[in-house]
């Protein structure tokens, strides 16, 4: 059957007469096989997956979605399931050291199926400092004189039936302090855990949006490179926005497909179910948006996290970091479908930017070119994207650019080595469809220190005396009398932008309209959705400048601008 594996592979990514046929025999043979390692299992189990995401009429999709609603069952993937753990296949464990969020989400979704990892000695001691602040005086006493071991003192401290994940996030959460505090203090514990399979657990197996059309690939696969600036000029066929309970059920589907890749995003984890649409390219491409919850967005940025979808299957995602028509792109897609419409897909994820959020200035941050991603620069990223038409703005990257353009016109052989490709990676590149309008540059690490200038001046270590007088400095500088009608989001808006506000350059000269824009767009940062945020900032004539203010890094990555997901820890 490894032969018949191998025809699948070739041909899945062929399309016309007479291979759909082809797919349907080799399924057929497949379905019946006996795989006899992990990796042919794994290598099947992908196929399918790609065939559900580009089926090329209803009769593959059948089979594919058939053999993988089955796939647990499969006698071989139950022989290698211990090999296939973190697969992401159905029936499979997965392990990872999941981040505050999260392990809240799945501590609540599957408590009978969440437990700490016991193969993983590194964080014991970790757990074990942290018991004493989560149970009783007369609790700590016995740890204490005790000196039991972290598992042991879980196993005494849970309720039957109760895990000692769970118990372990249930302690958490209960402590004093906000979610801030309590997120920093389960993150710095850093604990290993598994997530046993059930009927409902994360899976790449069935990870698909159920309402999702289906959509047949009539045409092969895009393979030719995609004028970026034609395709931003072209909108997406329909934009929905949906319900509370649709965005809902969207988030927790891009949830489970982090847990199931081994990754986190923040703007998934604190994703804001009444900010999420679903936008129509045609022929099978979409893609789930999703805004953050209030207290959760970045301070002068729009964040937005994203699905990838093709036929409703999640083939990638990423973030968009949204400044004025600037937008920070993170695109990764899924190894899986990295055999299909990669430069198409992130053409079109750039048309829907400019058309969902008015972004005309690209932005790729370092770690997307292989700064510190080992997967990036093996993949040859950076050409990738210059190719597509983004440049580097800093003068170094451009020195180092123009000396391999010279080597590649002398050698037509040549190819950047590993060290050159770290080098050019080291900056950010960009693309531009508007050069008749300036595209400022705002570092929010930049703006931090600024923060933290103006209100060490003022209260040193009261920070909330500090913000407190900010906020009141900053409603005179802007002609508002009070923040009546503000709601809870929108006063705590207020209040991180104060320091801000003060340090506005030139902002007591402003006109009265200019400065009761600023009130509108300061409140719209605590308002439903962040995208009107992001269009108030974008028109105001001076907010823009005024923060930037020689701010901008020139594309080196800071601290903030490193991979806006966390890869695998381990």
Sequence with gaps: MASALTELEQAKNRYGEGCAEAKLALLGDLERARLRSARAVARLHGILCFLRAYPDDAWVLAQAERLLEGFHRRADLRRHRAALADSGIAGTAIHYRFFWPTLQWLARRWPQHLALDRTDKEPLERVRAALPLLVTEAERAWLKASGVSAFAALDRFRAPGETDAVFLARRIAAMPGDDFTREAFSDAIDAAYQLKPGPDTPSRTHARHAAAPAAFQKRPLHRSRP?????????????????????????????????????????????????????????????????????????????????????????????????????????????????????????????????????????????????????????????????????????????????????????????????????????????????????????????????????????????????????????????????????????????????????????????????????????????????????????????????????????????????PWVPARG
């Design 227 to 563: 004028d970026l600036a034609e395709q931003i000029a072209l909108a997406p066929r329909a934009v929905r926005e949906m319900s509370r309970r649709e965005g809902e059920r969207l988030i927790d589907l891009a949830r489970s497909v982090m847990v199931t890749h081994a990754r986190d995003l923040d703007a998934f984890a604190y994703g804001d179910p009444r900010d999420v649409r679903i936008v129509d390219d045609g022929g099978g491409l979409g893609f789930m948006v999703n805004g953050v919850v209030p207290e959760r967005r970045a301070l002068v940025a729009g964040s937005y996290g994203f699905l990838t979808l093709h036929n409703g299957v999640p083939i990638g995602y990423g973030q968009l970091d949204l400044v004025g028509r600037t937008v920070a792109i993170a695109f990764n897609t899924f190894e899986s479908f990295r055999g299909g419409e990669a430069a198409w897909t992130f053409a079109r994820l750039l048309a829907m930017a400019h058309h969902l959020f008015g972004s005309t200035y690209f932005s790729l941050e370092p770690y997307q070119l292989g700064h510190k991603n080992a997967e990036g620069i093996a993949s040859g990223a950076w050409w990738f994207y210059y190719k597509l038409g983004f440049r580097p703005q800093a003068a170094e990257p451009r020195r180092i650019l123009a000396q391999e353009l010279a080597r590649m016109e002398a050698d037509a052989h040549h190819r950047s080595d590993r060290a050159t490709l770290r080098r050019l990676a080291a900056w950010h590149v960009f693309f531009d469809v508007d050069r008749s309008r300036p595209a400022g540059q705002v570092d929010e690490s930049e703006l931090g220190l600024r923060v933290a200038g103006v209100l060490a001046a003022r209260s040193g270590a009261d920070r909330e005396r500090g913000l407190r007088e900010c906020g009141g400095e900053a409603m005179r500088l802007a002609g508002l009398r009070s923040l009546r009608g503000f709601n809870a989001d929108e006063r705590r808006a207020w209040l991180r932008w104060g320091p801000l506000v003060v340090s506005l350059p030139g902002i007591s000269r402003w006109t009265g309209a200019e400065k009761s824009a600023l009130v509108r767009v300061i409140r719209a940062k605590g308002g439903r959705r962040d995208a009107d945020y992001v269009a108030l900032y974008a028109a105001h004539p001076k907010l823009g400048p005024a923060l930037s203010g020689g701010l901008g890094h020139g594309g080196r990555p800071s601290a903030r601008q490193g991979a």
